[in-house]
């Protein structure tokens, strides 16, 4: 594995030589575009001028016509103006990658440009800048230089690759070129891995991995389960997937056929960016509670997710530790759907009923009950009625009066076991001989836990129609902390394709959540694929993660950076002074954000109230935030995940404070979001999760 820094001054020359004539033809095309854009301007003005002055000569037909040609102005250039937002965009940096390419039959190889968009040269008939999701593009990716093949629309593409060289391109500027004979982008990625923060998350394509790749070229799974550990781009991966099949079935899937099931806020935030990086539209997001009160349409109050995880960490209380646990076992979900079979079969005690002397038989009824399964309890009853009151017509030749059709469906009601589906669901503990499993949390609401097993329910009794059919893809990530029940609720609703992820070992919440293969059951065609390279955290920081939870399949990228600090002082007063002077370092350093991540709400309350004015950039995030910006965020490991920082500091890792299996995930959740730098600081003794070294 060498990588060779371009020496040749010629090579180099040649290059900026290059840059400089793409400049050139960019320029060009960007003066042609907008060009065309004042011609289209001033043709629809006219056009609107022209319809205005002659609309009392002109038909309906000629006015239908010149609208109709109005349109068609607009769209052509709507679709001038979306080329030159690109072209804006490769202004600054036109390409990231190039290699020659000899395909087998032709006389010589020729050289590949690679870049976030496409650029053709309408003059000179020539693509000067190809796509890096185009199909030519893979072989940037997948191959070194030598032999190589590529699958074109038209089939497979063999040839040579026989020289591939990195850019980083910035203003304008050349500012790295490297030229890789074995290993893909080896010293750019380091170089990458190394750089401070940014506003959000930021776009790899310079850097995508071999096997990074083949998930992002997936287009053929069904259902995409991606684990991965921590920092391994699992999030990258699922929205760089999403902008390649954008592209590659840009005639039947836009972004707004696009739906993510994210965490919270703020991290829908964060991610927010990469998707416009990549030239596409950002896509709707949706949180699991959000999707929880349109399902019941706001009927019933429930706990948050957020509180629920709140209570398990400040009470530590075993009797709700027991009932999470058992809603979030498959066995639970079984034993749902035994319980929603008796409750549909017993529900409704037909008997023969007599209307205006007529007999409507009990078997039928039942029948045409049954039939409508999907309805729910009230508009079953009224089709019900209706279909008998049709029978009624057929058979006897007799219309009912308005008083016997009230009759019919007053009786058929009386037939229903009616009870709500709070009670309903209510009873499954008594039929389960489980009933200490049901508690209400406080006011009355529905324990957070308690929320989705009632949308199962009522799915299997009354048929939920989906309001969410336009999705065609659907990205959920963060798998972990969803329950079976969740799952099954989700397969019901979505039969689009899926891209699913996340990682086991970061439950922030382990009394309730899924392993893979337990999600894997949810969706039966479901292909896996598994991560195990952590590009995030330097080499020490995420050695010293595995003294939290060791993981044998873990291998980590070699970029070396400060050991992580472990500091244990005596007293609160010279543990948050250690904090005041690590903030200080940080407002003097390269970085960008420094992330304080306590235990709970409350304790991260506490620090920040402790740390006011130590900057002017310090931010407490809580339930309700939207986003963050750089600076010093204090946060629970709960809203970090997902989320990076240069410098990560976890204050109170006492032993009184971290001892659980919940703490040990949210320890390890916490310092796998520190990119560069970790300081860990206790007051007393550290907590024991911290196996020796
Ligand atoms: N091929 C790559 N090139 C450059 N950077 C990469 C690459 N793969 C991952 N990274 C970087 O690694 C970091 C982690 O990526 P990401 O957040 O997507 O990982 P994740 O697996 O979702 O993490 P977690 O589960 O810990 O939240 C990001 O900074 C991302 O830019």
Redesign the pocket.
């Known amino acids: 594995m060498s990588n060779m820094n371009v020496e040749s001054s010629m090579a180099k020359l040649e290059e900026a030589r290059q840059l400089e004539s793409v400049q050139f033809r960019l320029e060009r095309a960007l003066k042609e575009a907008d060009d065309r854009l004042q011609a289209y301007q001033e043709d629809i003005q006219s056009q609107k001028e022209y319809l205005w002055n002659s609309r009392d000569e002109m038909d309906h037909i000629e006015k239908i016509s010149t609208r109709d040609s109005i349109q068609q102005s607009v769209t052509t250039g709507e679709f001038v103006l979306g080329q030159r937002k690109r072209m804006v965009k490769l202004r600054k940096s036109p390409y990231f990658g190039r290699f020659d390419f000899h395909a087998e039959g032709d006389e010589k190889a020729r050289p590949v440009y690679i870049g976030v968009h496409h650029f053709y040269d309408e003059v000179d008939k020539e693509h000067v800048v190809f796509d890096w999701r185009a199909p030519i593009a893979s072989l940037f990716y997948d191959y070194e230089t030598g032999p190589a093949k590529y699958e074109a629309p038209d089939g497979q593409v063999s040839g040579d690759i026989q020289l591939k060289r990195q850019f980083r391109i910035r203003h304008g500027q050349i500012e790295l070129m490297i030229d890789s004979a074995v290993n893909v982008v080896d010293d750019v990625?380091q170089d990458?891995?190394g750089r401070a923060t940014d506003d959000g998350?930021?776009n790899?394509v310079a850097?995508?991995?071999r096997d990074?790749n083949a998930i992002i070229r997936n287009d053929q799974a069904k259902t995409l389960i991606i684990q991965?550990v921590?920092?391994?781009?699992?999030?990258?991966?699922a929205l760089h997937r999403i902008a390649f099949l954008l592209y590659r079935f840009k005639d039947t899937l836009t972004s707004e056929d696009i739906l993510i099931i994210s965490p919270n806020s703020v991290f829908a935030d964060y991610i927010s960016n990469v998707l416009p990086e990549l030239g596409e539209e950002t896509v709707n997001e949706i949180g699991m509670e959000t999707l929880a009160k349109e399902l019941l349409k706001d009927q019933y109050r429930f706990q948050s997710f957020f509180e629920q995880t709140a209570e398990l960490l400040e009470k530590n209380d075993e009797e709700v530790k027991r009932r999470l646990r058992y809603k979030a076992s498959p066995d639970f979900l079984k034993q749902l759907g035994r319980y929603a079979d008796e409750v549909e079969k017993n529900r409704f005690a037909s008997e023969d009923l007599w209307i205006a002397r007529r007999l409507v038989p009990g078997w039928l009824l039942e029948e045409t009950f049954r039939k409508h399964r999907n309805l729910d309890t009230t508009a079953r009853v009224a089709q019900v009625a209706r279909e008998m009151e049709q029978k009624i017509g057929i058979q006897y030749n007799y219309d009912l009066m308005p008083e016997q059709r009230k009759e019919l469906k007053a009786a058929i009601k009386g037939m229903v076991k009616q009870s709500t589906l709070r009670e309903t669901y209510k009873r499954f503990f008594d039929w389960a001989d489980q009933p200490e499993m049901f508690k209400p949390a406080k006011g009355g609401r529905l324990e957070y836990a308690d929320v989705f097993p009632l949308i199962y329910l009522k799915m299997r009794l009354e048929g939920v129609r989906s309001p969410y059919r336009r999705v065609k893809h659907l990205l959920i990530d963060e798998m972990q902390d969803y329950t079976p029940v969740q799952y099954a609720v989700i397969a019901r609703l979505f039969s689009c394709k899926k891209t699913i992820?996340g990682?086991a070992y970061?439950s922030v919440n382990p009394y309730s959540s899924s392993a893979t293969d337990d999600i894997r059951t949810a969706f039966r065609d479901a292909t896996c694929v598994t991560l195990n390279k952590s590009?995030?955290s330097s080499y020490e920081i995420a050695q010293f993660a595995q003294r939290i939870s060791p993981n044998p399949d873990l291998e980590i990228i070699e970029r070396h950076g400060d050991e992580p600090e472990v500091l244990s002082v005596n007293t609160r007063k010279k543990e948050i002074a250690a904090i005041k002077d690590r903030i200080e370092e940080f407002e003097n350093s390269r970085f960008n954000t420094l992330g304080i991540i306590c235990k709970t709400q409350k304790q991260a309350r506490r620090m920040h109230k402790a740390l006011e004015g130590e900057s002017d950039r310090l931010q407490l995030l809580s339930e309700d935030s939207q986003s963050f910006a750089p600076g010093v965020i204090v946060c629970t490991a709960h809203l970090a995940?997902?989320l990076?920082f240069d410098h990560v500091i976890l204050p109170e890792v006492g032993q009184a404070n971290y001892f659980t299996d919940m703490d040990r995930n949210l320890l390890y959740v916490g310092c796998?979001r520190a990119?560069h730098r970790l300081t860990l600081t206790a007051t007393g003794e550290v907590t024991g999760l911290l196996a020796p070294v």
């Open positions: 990625l990458e891995l998350m930021k790899i850097t995508i991995q990074q991965g921590a920092g391994s781009g699992k999030t990258s991966i992820l990682d970061q590009y995030r995940k997902g990076e796998t990119m």
